[in-house]
């Protein structure tokens, strides 16, 4: 079974300033994707962030970007120009190609934004 | 908006109390989910369901079922409630396409089982 983890329970940054949130994964499986979701106080789960293992490539959305590191099976999330809007928790999750496409979260990054 | 309702959002009930929660699809996605998020543990699977009539466990599916007769609904049934089970409740879909395979999330409901 594939497993996520998030080793920072709690993260904090200076507003305008570069932040990266850690995720680690297990899996057997070559093809996959990963993402990372925002759930701000009002506990909606956003979508920040997609990868595709198959891609080399980071991904990267406006402010967002990512780390993928397929050997070390590492896949951060770099927030740059952070903003008050950007404090949430945050949630690495997998996913697999293959099967009921059912997603597999880590426990949660919870980011302070300090003025 | 990945047009998701889910129903209700807020409510209490008392142990040994039979619950359901529906989500609600507009979109025809074949894929659908429950989720159930608690401090600690991120959100866990509870049940999904593949198409109308086709339905599987997640990891944690003691104590709940789940049914869909139709494409657009899927049902969180809690047959007695305890207060193990109070959380907040996802239903999500999957959406592929341009989505790329994307899984979307409802607005939650919160339930307070006393």
């Known amino acids: 079974a594939q497993t996520v983890t998030q080793s920072q329970p709690e993260m904090s940054v200076q507003e305008a300033e570069t932040v990266t949130l850690s995720c680690t994964y297990d899996t057997s499986e070559s093809d996959y994707y990963l993402f990372w979701y925002k759930q701000p106080p009002s506990r909606q789960m956003i979508l920040v962030i997609r990868?595709?293992?198959?891609?080399?490539q980071n991904a990267t959305e406006n402010r967002f970007s990512v780390n993928f590191q397929k050997a070390a099976k590492s896949f951060s999330l770099k927030i740059s120009d952070s903003q008050l809007g950007d404090a949430a928790m945050y949630f690495c999750a997998y996913r697999s190609a293959y099967g009921n496409e059912k997603l597999t979260f880590g426990t949660g990054t919870r980011l302070t934004i300090i003025p | 908006d990945a047009g998701i309702t889910q129903s209700p959002r807020h409510k209490v009930t008392e142990t040994g109390t039979p619950v359901t929660l529906r989500c609600h699809q507009t979109?025809?996605?074949?894929?659908m989910y429950w989720y159930r998020q608690d401090p600690g543990h991120g959100l866990r699977l509870i049940h999904y369901?593949?198409?109308?009539?086709?339905?599987d466990k997640g990891e944690v599916s003691d104590g709940y079922s789940v049914s869909r007769s139709k494409t657009e609904d899927f049902l969180l049934t809690l047959e007695s409630a305890t207060s193990s089970q109070t959380s907040v409740y996802f239903c999500a879909i999957s959406a592929g396409g341009f989505s790329g395979n994307t899984i979307y999330f409802g607005e939650g409901s919160w339930l307070t089982v006393v």
């Open positions: 369901s593949y198409g109308v009539k086709d339905t």
């Open positions: 990868q595709e293992a198959y891609k080399q």
């Open positions: 979109e025809n996605h074949r894929y």
